[in-house]
């Protein structure tokens, strides 16, 4: 274990142990620490270097029935001393919820490192402002000289994270986590007809710094995507199959995760709250969420009560097999715990997911378009259209025309609009252009028909 | 006053912050030649209640303290901050940020006076200084009144979210100036059930005010109207697809003009000429009808600063006067770069960030129609009356927003509603398409937060009742 991780047990114990002595039954305490390097450049030049570290300690107590939560960057004793306070006058606010109270020490691990996720890299620090400035201009250079049509930048960004959480809970167990993350974006821009600028953008993002894709690759590809959107327009109203690349699929499936955590379901704001068990989607449709990935953006051993991680399918075959639940969730709804409670640095519990897999299909994303007579491939969304009680769905879309199989004329100012019971069951291809940049890890799929607003 | 709402930067205190520490702490900054350097001091304390099924189900509280430096170079900046206010610490981070600057120059003499100006919020009771039970009690009636209005009501969550965060703000030009910012934001959320039919229904408010608020928007009557909103939703039919005659209800609605019109105006893309209103300045790209400003001084509003996170009093921006472009929101640095004074709007999420020009409350001015008249001047057409959010894209104008109660418009009259549905359209193009303005000027009751690069800060919007001839409603049935 590494030295900060003690510091942090070390730190979350105190805390523990103050507030014990103060009067809580129970006391969680969650110590955070943490440091960052971010460069940006615009148009060439460096724009922007950013370095600081940030920490954090974040407490839970109970008495009875009664809970009180609170969270302080100030870590001095005087600063420490006024969160047990705060801690303790909140929790006596509080009132009895017959379903708080903290895991079943039954159920919560030790603590041991029983798998390496590897989900440190240790040179990740060793990027200093320079090396980071290089990456970032390395990236935009690239995207800015692809085509003379891009004659503007919104630049390039290298971000460097790296740091270490440790939960202490009321009888001293403690689980402590060390992490690092690199990313690379890079946003040009090209000059459209009417004075528009079209924004494009793609990043690399990895927890070691052998898994990024080169500087000169981000920026290409972000020019790519930038330049095709060149001339996009409204398309006629109508029904039409819909592709969505991994960028957008990935926002679909995560809606989807959403109404299925255990605080969508008990408080009623989820749709489908009252299917587990049923069929809800098309049976190509398998999703599993995994925090045990090796370098996984969400892996972890334990979960934020301390219940050893595992994989959970979460629809198979289309069939809703499992919520994801912490112990406090699990209680209201009559369930046990899938040892998906995620602990916010503040403290906080909910169920959350971690990495989220989506079962690839066969065929590629070419066949896959060439499979669509007449479509649309849908690259990017905008906006908040979705009710998650009723499922209905209505987001701004953008992306291209599918003609005869083929991508064709770039589309935007459109919407799409379809209730998410149906659009899960009108689930008709699933490709296999895994996207793993991200902790939902997602091919595109075709939705065999849904509203489009347009001209 | 409560120990933990004592400034703990002003004398006597922890951490005393005064001009002089700040002169040498800039000096620091200015060590490697930077042209400009400010110091972003913030002690921030916000709690949260949360009332579910009928009990207090979570209290929260969460202190924030830190200090952020930001040292220019060009157009080039460095940034550190430090969550340790010991001097070695503070020291450390204004050197850090320093390095975006490595020629050495001479730092010329900062002499720092307090500024003073008009308060625009009353500190004196802010909401966490007072006791818990007085917050569970407006909690307790928003839920009880939400329970005994309709027994379709199901679920009923009640919210209480409050700020205070003080700041000291100095910066190399000679500003040394604090500010006290108060924050309070209620909101009421139902799920009612009437056979196999769920909806919700919300309502929220607040600003930088105490528990005051509540004497003019009780705790019942944003119960009533959450109820009010999630029955009027159970018979929604499916929304049309299509381009439509829109009208927008006064209020609200202002988040339209935030999306459409506010971001494109924020000078850091214009200052970029990444924003599609880059070098428009005089030029029509709204109606005749429409002045839009931004106006940090509304006592009270969620929206409204003191001052900006750089220090200055903000000015009234005209955005747009009679559909010309008129100007653009300013930090310091954007107004260097046009030749203006700054308008007051950098603002920051907190000292761990930059500070950006952003907006404080956006409002599209009354006009002289009857709204009565401007429904019923509709043949077919949508009636938007509430709002979940929306987003926009600066370089080329698209925006989304998404109605959460709306309405048909048939022959003059509003008839049937309808399911959620967003908005879509192009700003300028929109703009140009408002032919009908109300008399009836409503501001947001304070619910909006605003986010750009990943900062959110709290804005007001408001507006009068609109009509738009023709918008994309992003509806299911053709």
């Known amino acids: 274990m590494s030295e900060l991780e003690n510091e942090l047990i070390e730190r979350a114990s105190r805390a523990v142990e103050q507030a014990r002595s103060k009067g809580a039954e129970v006391a969680e305490a969650v110590a955070s620490r943490s440091k960052h390097l971010s460069a940006s450049v615009r148009m060439g030049e460096p724009e922007h270097l950013e370095e600081a570290g940030s920490r954090g300690l974040g407490l839970r107590v109970m008495s009875g029935k009664k809970t009180g939560l609170v969270h302080t960057s100030d870590l001095s004793d005087e600063g420490i001393a006024l969160l047990v306070d705060d801690a303790l006058e909140l929790m006596r606010l509080g009132e009895d919820d017959p379903y708080a109270g903290p895991a079943d020490p039954e159920l919560v691990g030790d603590g041991s490192n029983y798998l390496d996720l590897d989900l440190y890299d240790s040179k990740i620090d060793s990027i200093d402002g320079e090396a980071a400035f290089k990456a970032a201009l390395a990236g935009e250079e690239a995207a800015r000289s692809v085509d003379p049509r891009i004659e503007n930048s919104d630049g390039a960004t290298f971000t460097r994270v790296s740091g270490a959480r440790a939960l ?104 489908l709250a009252d299917r587990l068990g049923e069929t809800i989607a098309d049976s190509r449709l398998h999703l599993v969420d995994d925090p045990l990935v090796i370098r996984g953006h969400a892996s972890r051993l334990y979960d934020g009560e301390g219940l050893r991680s595992r994989a959970n399918t979460i629809i198979r075959d289309g069939v809703l097999e499992s919520f994801l639940l912490d112990s406090y969730s699990a209680r209201r709804l009559g369930m046990e715990s899938t040892a998906s409670a995620s602990r916010g640095g503040s403290g906080g519990l909910a169920a959350s997911s971690t990495n989220v897999l989506v079962r690839p299909g066969e065929m590629s994303l070419d066949e896959l378009l060439r499979d669509t007579h007449e479509g649309l491939y849908v690259t990017q969304m905008m906006g908040f259209g979705f009710n998650s009680v009723t499922g209905d769905f209505s987001r701004g879309a953008s992306g291209f025309r599918i003609d005869n199989g083929e991508l064709g004329r770039p589309v935007s100012e459109i919407t799409i609009s379809l209730n998410l019971n149906e659009l899960l069951n009108r689930i008709d291809a699933i490709a296999n252009n895994v996207d793993r940049r991200s902790s939902i890890l997602t091919p595109s799929f075709r939705v065999a028909s849904m509203t489009v607003a347009g001209s | 006053m409560d120990t933990r709402l ?19 702490l800039l000096a620091e900054a200015l060590s490697r030649g930077g042209d400009y350097a400010d110091l972003f001091f913030e002690y921030a304390i916000s709690g949260g209640f949360g009332f579910e099924d009928g009990i207090l189900r979570s209290s929260s509280r969460s202190v924030s303290l830190g200090l952020g430096v930001r040292v220019m170079k060009g157009d080039a900046t460095g940034y550190a901050y430090t969550e340790e206010l010991d001097e070695r610490a503070m020291f450390e981070t204004a050197r850090i940020a320093a390095q975006i600057a490595s020629d050495g120059g001479n730092t010329p003499p900062i002499n720092l006076a307090e500024a003073t100006y008009e308060a625009r919020y009353d500190v004196r009771t802010p909401t966490l200084a007072l006791p818990g039970e007085e917050k569970r009690e407006l909690l ?170 750089e220090g200055r009093v903000p000015t009234r921006a005209t955005l747009i006067e009679g559909g010309k472009l008129a100007g653009y929101m300013q930090d310091r640095h954007s107004a260097a770069h046009f030749g203006v004074a700054s308008t007051g709007n950098a603002r920051r999420e907190d000292f761990r960030s ?61 008839t049937a509603p309808l399911k959620g549905v967003n908005l879509i359209g192009n700003g300028p193009e929109v703009m140009k398409e408002v032919v009908m303005l109300g008399n009836d000027f409503a501001a947001s009751d304070g619910v909006w937060t605003c986010g750009k690069d990943g900062q959110s800060v709290p804005v007001g919007v408001g507006c009068p009742t609109v009509k738009i001839r023709s918008i994309t409603v992003g509806g299911t049935a053709l």
């Open chain 2, 354 to 414: 930059a500070p950006m020009p952003r907006m404080t409350n956006t409002y599209l001015m009354p006009g002289q129609s009857d709204p009565d008249e401007i429904v019923s001047s509709v043949k077919y057409g949508i009636f938007a009356k509430k709002f979940g959010g929306g987003q926009v894209d600066i370089g080329n104008g698209d925006f989304v927003f998404n109605i959460t109660e709306g309405y048909l418009i048939e022959d003059g009259k509003i």
């Open chain 2, 6 to 24: 004592k400034s703990p930067f002003m004398s006597g205190a922890r951490y005393v912050i005064d001009e002089c520490f700040a002169e040498r």
């Open chain 1, 168 to 271: 202490v809970l009321s009888d001293g167990r403690a689980f402590s986590s060390l992490g690092s993350f690199a990313s690379l974006v890079v946003r040009p821009i090209a000059l459209d007809e009417g004075d528009k600028r079209r924004r494009g953008f793609y990043h690399t993002a990895a927890r070691h710094l052998s898994d990024l894709e080169a500087p000169e690759a981000v920026g290409r590809e972000a020019a790519r995507r930038t330049i095709a959107n060149l001339g996009a327009e409204k398309i006629p109203s109508g029904e039409l199959p819909i592709v969505f690349d991994p960028d957008v699929a990935r926002s679909m499936i995560g809606l989807v995760v959403g109404v299925l955590l255990g605080g969508s379901v008990y408080r009623g704001q989820s749709f």
């Open chain 2, 140 to 309: 307790r009636r928003a839920d009880e009144r939400a329970r005994q209005l309709d027994p379709r009501v199901k679920k009923v969550s009640v919210s209480l979210a409050e700020e205070l965060r003080e700041l000291v703000i100095a910066t190399s030009d000679g500003i040394f100036a604090r500010d006290r910012q108060p924050l309070v934001r209620f909101g009421v959320h139902v799920i009612v059930e009437e056979g196999n039919k769920r909806q919700s229904g919300n309502s929220g408010g607040g600003g930088r005010f105490g528990l005051e608020y509540f004497d003019e928007h009780s705790p019942e009557s944003h119960a009533e109207e959450a109820v009010r909103h999630a029955l009027a939703m159970l018979d929604a039919r499916e929304a049309p697809a299509g381009n439509f005659e829109v009208v927008l209800a006064a209020g609200d609605s202002g988040i339209l003009l935030h999306e459409a019109v506010g971001h494109g105006l924020e000078a850091d893309f214009n200052r970029k000429k990444t924003s599609h209103y880059s070098g428009k300045i005089g030029e029509k790209v709204a109606s005749e009808l429409c002045t839009v400003v931004d106006d940090a001084s509304i006592p009270g509003s969620r929206g409204s600063i003191n001052i900006d996170d």
